[in-house]
């Protein structure tokens, strides 16, 4: 083993790897290792310039056991920046500290006269190499020792109930509703992120943590520590980027649906919001309204004058949002230029498709710049020069037809290597162009990666089913979302997948999902909401007129009760305004999520550790959603202080825990005071 004080980083050499800890912003190190005798360059989600610190490095002895009884010397490195220090003794095992006491360590288990004098023979080392037979790549196994009654938090969205991720393997894939977030806010006060797009795997295990990445060319960490999260999330947001100042204009209700087929279908929709007196910020205009995948442009069949459509809508005070799709079927007029040109994915074997819903399709590769591009020109020309103010880039993990990630790659790389980071690429395509052009804006996504809050996007949680399992699921996606970083956040308010929209207990499960909506980062409606009985526009397999629409989904469709209760959690909304917009300031400032776990906002309350049914709104509402059918009642736990109940306005001393009434019309709010 040797040492190098290199202006205070610390590289090591080791059996042929080399590694570099670094300061990398306030009580924060970067950890980098390799086989391939240099480093990439690559800077991955820390995009940021941080605060320079001065880390101290030293390096000096200290007694090891040989085995046979005897003592001997071996040298041992530290650095140290502010509040954290990490130690790599002789056999290359780095342990983390923060003021001085363990919070991380690397796992190892292999004799080597040191360490641990159990279960040495394993041959286990922290850091597991093997090469990539054929290509310049390895596969990476990653492990670190499992602390005792830690929990552990955020990592981005995974489908499941289960907010502690403790015990939890995790796909670091991206997928539909799945979206890989690497980032972990730890219980024993540090955050911990998987600077590594690589497709793999993490496994937060009772024995020991696990990462995998199946290609990569570099093992690269970043390790932070604070007294709370909130403290955590301040030096990752410092270190990988802040989300904007949103828009005041959107932050109340956007309209959508699966789908809008004409222009008249939109302006009728909006029309009647107008009637009503309800203003709507932004209207959305959903899949299919182009001739195919790729064409980027309406179907002047069903949208003859988008150009009109969009002003009357600005003259009604209402944004326009459209969806892009990154797939381009063989019938488009863009997929032979873009096929030609290098444009699109590449498989390794088998047919060059990768997409197949509604059309034989091969998606874009967005990690190329012609190709960011050339699909910025077609949809600046066909969209944004008509007035359009937004876009919903759908699909955006990519969907591909079959997650077989290492039968793609990008020119950049195999997808194995670096496929995660895709949807945040997709989406500087827009965000890129748009920055320049001075105007404000946000568009929707559905998947994102570590450092996606820079980059203007609201994050939704993708096409899940409309129950209440569902549901349950969102919320704890939601708040782990927020504790990785990603404070724009949303879903499809009662679900996505529909049957029947007759259905009563659907009918309730929406007005629980609105009434949550409302105390979330955005209000969206949006749903595919069946019987699909609703005939075609035409008869072609292709164009605007032939897919499938749904149900109406705008607040009255659902009968006058439902609707006056959604028109009176609207009005909350609305209320709310100068609140919520000092909630996405606090975001851009430091991090914080609009919706937030109980710990964040009482970290010393171990209770709230514990609790996964309710959350903060902010620092001023407790909110306690019903998340179950036909619940008209539950108990909410009120941490120290005193407690307004929103209904009543009876006031409550904390510590405690209080039943409270939930009929339909009602969801249990706490005002803190």
Same mark, same amino acid.
């Given at each position: 083993?040797?040492?190098?004080?290199?202006?205070?980083?610390?590289?090591?050499?080791?059996?042929?790897?080399?590694?570099?800890?670094?300061?990398?912003?306030?009580?924060?190190?970067?950890?980098?290792?390799?086989?391939?005798?240099?480093?990439?360059?690559?800077?991955?989600?820390?995009?940021?310039?941080?605060?320079?610190?001065?880390?101290?490095?030293?390096?000096?002895?200290?007694?090891?056991?040989?085995?046979?009884?005897?003592?001997?010397?071996?040298?041992?490195?530290?650095?140290?920046?502010?509040?954290?220090?990490?130690?790599?003794?002789?056999?290359?095992?780095?342990?983390?500290?923060?003021?001085?006491?363990?919070?991380?360590?690397?796992?190892?288990?292999?004799?080597?006269?040191?360490?641990?004098?159990?279960?040495?023979?394993?041959?286990?080392?922290?850091?597991?190499?093997?090469?990539?037979?054929?290509?310049?790549?390895?596969?990476?196994?990653?492990?670190?020792?499992?602390?005792?009654?830690?929990k552990i938090f955020g990592m981005g969205q995974y489908q499941q109930e289960d907010l502690d991720l403790k015990g939890c393997v995790l796909e670091l894939a991206q997928r539909n509703s799945q979206i890989s977030v690497p980032f972990a806010v730890s219980s024993y006060g540090y955050g911990f992120l998987w600077n590594n797009p690589a497709v793999g795997k993490?496994?937060?295990?009772?024995?020991?943590?696990?990462?995998?990445?199946?290609?990569?060319?570099?093992?690269?960490?970043?390790?932070?520590?604070?007294?709370?999260?909130?403290?955590?999330?301040?030096?990752?947001?410092?270190?990988?980027?802040?989300?904007?100042?949103?828009?005041?204009?959107?932050?109340?209700?956007?309209?959508?649906?699966?789908?809008?087929?004409?222009?008249?279908?939109?302006?009728?929709?909006?029309?009647?919001?107008?009637?009503?007196?309800?203003?709507?910020?932004?209207?959305?205009?959903?899949?299919?309204?182009?001739?195919?995948?790729?064409?980027?442009?309406?179907?002047?069949?069903?949208?003859?004058?988008?150009?009109?459509?969009?002003?009357?809508?600005?003259?009604?005070?209402?944004?326009?949002? %459209?969806?892009?799709?990154?797939? #381009?079927?063989?019938?488009? &007029?863009? /997929?032979?230029?873009?096929?030609?040109? *290098? $444009?699109?994915?590449?498989?390794?074997?088998?047919?060059?498709?990768?997409?197949?819903?509604?059309?034989?399709?091969?998606?874009?590769?967005?990690?190329?710049?012609?190709?960011?591009?050339?699909?910025?020109?077609?949809?600046?020309?066909?969209?944004?020069?008509?007035?359009?103010?937004?876009?919903?880039?759908?699909?955006?993990?990519?969907?591909?037809?079959?997650?077989?990630?290492?039968?793609?790659?990008?020119?950049?790389?195999?997808?194995?290597?670096?496929?995660?980071?895709?949807?945040?690429?997709?989406?500087?395509?827009?965000?890129?162009?748009?920055?320049?052009?001075?105007?404000?804006?946000?568009?929707?996504?559905?998947?994102?990666?570590?450092?996606?809050?820079?980059?203007?996007? %609201?994050?939704?949680?993708?096409? #899940?089913?409309?129950?209440? &399992?569902? /549901?349950?699921?969102?919320?704890?996606? *939601? $708040?782990?979302?927020?504790?990785?970083?990603?404070?724009?956040?949303?879903?499809?308010?009662?679900?996505?997948?529909?049957?029947?929209?007759?259905?009563?207990?659907?009918?309730?499960?929406?007005?629980?999902?609105?009434?949550?909506?409302?105390?979330?980062?955005?209000?969206?409606?949006?749903?595919?909401?069946?019987?699909?009985?609703?005939?075609?526009?035409?008869?072609?397999?292709?164009?605007?007129?032939?897919?499938?629409?749904?149900?109406?989904?705008?607040?009255?469709?659902?009968?006058?009760?439902?609707?006056?209760?959604?028109?009176?959690?609207?009005?909350?909304?609305?209320s709310m305004h100068d609140y919520i917009k000092s909630l996405y300031e606090e975001a851009s400032q430091n991090g914080s999520p609009l919706i937030r776990t109980m710990f964040y906002e009482f970290p010393e309350d171990e209770k709230c550790w514990e609790l996964t049914d309710q959350y903060m709104f902010g620092s001023r509402y407790l909110v306690a959603p019903?998340?179950?059918?036909?619940?008209?009642?539950?108990?909410?736990?009120?941490?120290?202080?005193?407690?307004?109940?929103?209904?009543?306005?009876?006031?409550?001393?904390?510590?405690?825990?209080?039943?409270?009434?939930?009929?339909?019309?009602?969801?249990?709010?706490?005002?803190?005071?």
């Amino acid at each position: 083993m040797r040492f190098v004080n290199d202006n205070g980083a610390l590289v090591f050499y080791r059996k042929g790897e080399m590694g570099r800890i670094e300061a990398w912003g306030e009580n924060s190190l970067r950890v980098r290792t390799t086989m391939q005798g240099k480093f990439t360059g690559n800077v991955w989600a820390l995009t940021e310039e941080v605060n320079k610190t001065g880390a101290k490095v030293s390096i000096d002895l200290e007694d090891h056991w040989v085995g046979d009884g005897t003592i001997d010397k071996k040298e041992i490195a530290t650095i140290q920046n502010g509040r954290i220090k990490a130690t790599v003794n002789f056999a290359g095992v780095i342990t983390f500290y923060k003021d001085d006491k363990k919070v991380l360590r690397e796992y190892y288990r292999c004799y080597d006269g040191t360490l641990s004098r159990s279960s040495r023979c394993l041959k286990i080392v922290s850091r597991e190499w093997k090469g990539i037979i054929g290509g310049s790549e390895y596969s990476l196994n990653m492990k670190f020792e499992s602390n005792p009654g830690e929990k552990i938090f955020g990592m981005g969205q995974y489908q499941q109930e289960d907010l502690d991720l403790k015990g939890c393997v995790l796909e670091l894939a991206q997928r539909n509703s799945q979206i890989s977030v690497p980032f972990a806010v730890s219980s024993y006060g540090y955050g911990f992120l998987w600077n590594n797009p690589a497709v793999g795997k993490v496994s937060f295990a009772k024995n020991y943590t696990e990462w995998i990445a199946r290609s990569t060319k570099e093992l690269d960490y970043w390790i932070t520590v604070g007294d709370t999260p909130k403290d955590i999330l301040a030096n990752y947001t410092n270190a990988t980027g802040h989300a904007k100042i949103f828009p005041e204009d959107l932050m109340g209700l956007w309209q959508c649906k699966l789908r809008y087929r004409t222009q008249d279908e939109v302006l009728t929709v909006a029309r009647h919001y107008k009637k009503e007196g309800i203003k709507i910020d932004q209207i959305v205009i959903d899949f299919f309204h182009w001739p195919v995948q790729g064409d980027w442009k309406f179907d002047k069949t069903y949208w003859p004058d988008p150009k009109a459509m969009v002003d009357e809508l600005h003259e009604m005070g209402i944004k326009v949002m %459209v969806s892009v799709w990154p797939s #381009v079927d063989r019938r488009s &007029e863009n /997929f032979y230029p873009m096929m030609e040109q *290098g $444009l699109l994915i590449r498989t390794e074997r088998g047919a060059e498709q990768t997409y197949d819903y509604q059309g034989d399709c091969v998606e874009i590769d967005v990690f190329n710049p012609e190709t960011r591009k050339y699909v910025w020109e077609v949809c600046k020309k066909n969209y944004y020069d008509l007035g359009i103010d937004a876009f919903w880039l759908d699909n955006s993990e990519p969907d591909y037809g079959v997650y077989d990630f290492d039968n793609y790659r990008y020119c950049d790389g195999p997808a194995l290597a670096i496929s995660n980071m895709y949807p945040q690429m997709y989406s500087r395509i827009f965000h890129d162009e748009m920055e320049q052009l001075g105007k404000p804006f946000v568009n929707l996504l559905r998947c994102a990666w570590a450092g996606s809050q820079k980059y203007n996007n %609201v994050v939704w949680s993708g096409d #899940v089913p409309s129950t209440f &399992e569902a /549901f349950r699921e969102q919320l704890q996606c *939601g $708040l782990n979302m927020g504790l990785a970083g990603i404070p724009w956040w949303t879903t499809d308010i009662g679900g996505f997948m529909t049957d029947d929209v007759d259905d009563p207990d659907f009918r309730q499960l929406l007005i629980r999902w609105f009434q949550f909506a409302v105390y979330s980062a955005v209000l969206r409606m949006h749903g595919d909401r069946g019987p699909y009985n609703i005939p075609p526009l035409d008869d072609r397999n292709y164009g605007g007129g032939y897919l499938k629409t749904g149900q109406p989904n705008e607040l009255w469709s659902y009968g006058e009760d439902n609707y006056r209760i959604m028109k009176k959690y609207y009005d909350i909304r609305i209320s709310m305004h100068d609140y919520i917009k000092s909630l996405y300031e606090e975001a851009s400032q430091n991090g914080s999520p609009l919706i937030r776990t109980m710990f964040y906002e009482f970290p010393e309350d171990e209770k709230c550790w514990e609790l996964t049914d309710q959350y903060m709104f902010g620092s001023r509402y407790l909110v306690a959603p019903i998340l179950y059918l036909n619940q008209f009642e539950r108990s909410v736990y009120l941490p120290s202080g005193k407690w307004k109940l929103t209904s009543t306005g009876e006031i409550f001393t904390g510590s405690t825990t209080v039943n409270v009434k939930a009929p339909i019309d009602y969801m249990p709010v706490f005002e803190r005071v």
